[in-house]
């Protein structure tokens, strides 16, 4: 989670931490997490709660489900 005074600022902020983020034997959802950062709709705030589903078949993006 993080915060600012502006979309924009607290967008930056993320893109950052993700960009620092390492981690070991865990899996997580980092990658699909920064790759949503980079969506116009996302960073103008013109999304609804159907976002992920439709620009995931769009991008091409999975969820694996690692074994």
Known sequence: VVYSRTRERAIGK???AA???VTSGVHN???ICSH???REEFIS???DIDFF???AK???IRLRKEE
């Open 36 to 38: 949503v950062l980079t």
């Open 14 to 16: 993320f893109r950052s």
């Open 45 to 47: 705030g013109e999304y």
């Open 19 to 21: 960009a620092e983020l």
């Open 58 to 60: 769009e991008d091409d």
């Open 53 to 55: 589903n439709k620009y």
């Open 29 to 31: 959802n980092s990658e």
